[in-house]
């Protein structure tokens, strides 16, 4: 049973337009949750991260939004990027455990110059 | 700051010997993480350890699996009588739990194939 879930394998953008990487998850004991990005034969790299008591969290080109009511978060990058194109996969976790990451299976992005 | 480094990048074996992957975190993370990665799919937790204390181990980390981390440093990762099914990359992870942030900063990971 999958409790993180990316349902997008793949994403296409055009360079400088907007890139959105949708997650959603089932476990309502998740309350802080992260997106890493990883490049072939490298390990992740921590992008931006948010805590279930906010909605929005913003890094320079990388917003995340959360809506907790759906367990739905998204990762906007604005302007997109050639160099931003990679695997990113989205994390959850229950900071009240033992803290353990629970990860998605990925989304391949792609930014066409 | 160097980051986390895993030693070493590839290893090949063949089926039925014995591997051991290190793991240095960053110096002044307290916790320590070993994940395993296949393809098409993301990271899955193995074990981790609070300084030298193993205090979680997954379903995933079988009996064929060891790891320790001695002096709440370096962290090793054991695979006895390796199988086919344990190629995939592995991953190590560190935080420092003490800091109001969560986040967990990768290594390149070690590349295990098993022939």
């Known amino acids: 049973d999958q409790q993180v879930k990316q349902n997008s394998p793949s994403l296409s953008v055009q360079e400088g337009r907007i890139s959105i990487l949708n997650c959603d998850y089932t476990?309502?004991?998740?309350?802080?949750f992260l997106w890493y990005k990883k490049y072939p034969a490298e390990g992740p790299t921590f992008l931006i991260s948010?805590?279930?008591?906010?909605d929005k969290n913003e890094d320079g080109r990388f917003t995340v939004f959360l809506n907790k009511s759906a367990k739905h978060l998204s990762l906007h990058i604005v302007p997109s990027q050639p160099g931003d194109s990679a695997v990113y996969f989205c994390?959850?976790?229950?900071?009240?455990?033992?803290?353990?990451?629970?990860f998605g299976k990925g989304t391949k992005l792609s930014v066409k110059p | 700051d160097t980051g986390v480094s895993q030693n070493p990048r590839h290893k090949i074996t063949k089926r039925g010997q014995n591997v051991t992957f290190r793991c240095d975190p960053i110096?002044?993370?307290?916790?320590l993480y070993w994940y395993r990665q296949t393809l098409g799919q993301g990271p899955e937790f193995l074990t981790y350890?609070?300084?030298?204390?193993?205090?979680?181990k997954s379903r995933l980390l079988s009996d064929r699996f060891s790891a320790e981390r001695p002096k709440g440093s370096f962290s090793t990762l054991e695979i006895q009588r390796t199988e086919q099914g344990d190629s995939a990359m592995y991953l190590c992870?560190?935080?420092?739990?003490?800091?109001?942030?969560?986040?967990?900063?990768f290594g390149p990971g070690t590349r295990l194939t098993v022939t």
């Open positions: 994390a959850a976790q229950s900071t009240g455990s033992q803290g353990n990451l629970i």
């Open positions: 350890f609070q300084n030298e204390a193993q205090l979680e």
């Open positions: 476990n309502s004991m998740f309350d802080y």
């Open positions: 992870a560190s935080s420092n739990r003490d800091r109001l942030t969560y986040e967990q900063y």
């Open positions: 948010i805590s279930s008591i906010k």
């Open positions: 110096s002044e993370h307290n916790r």
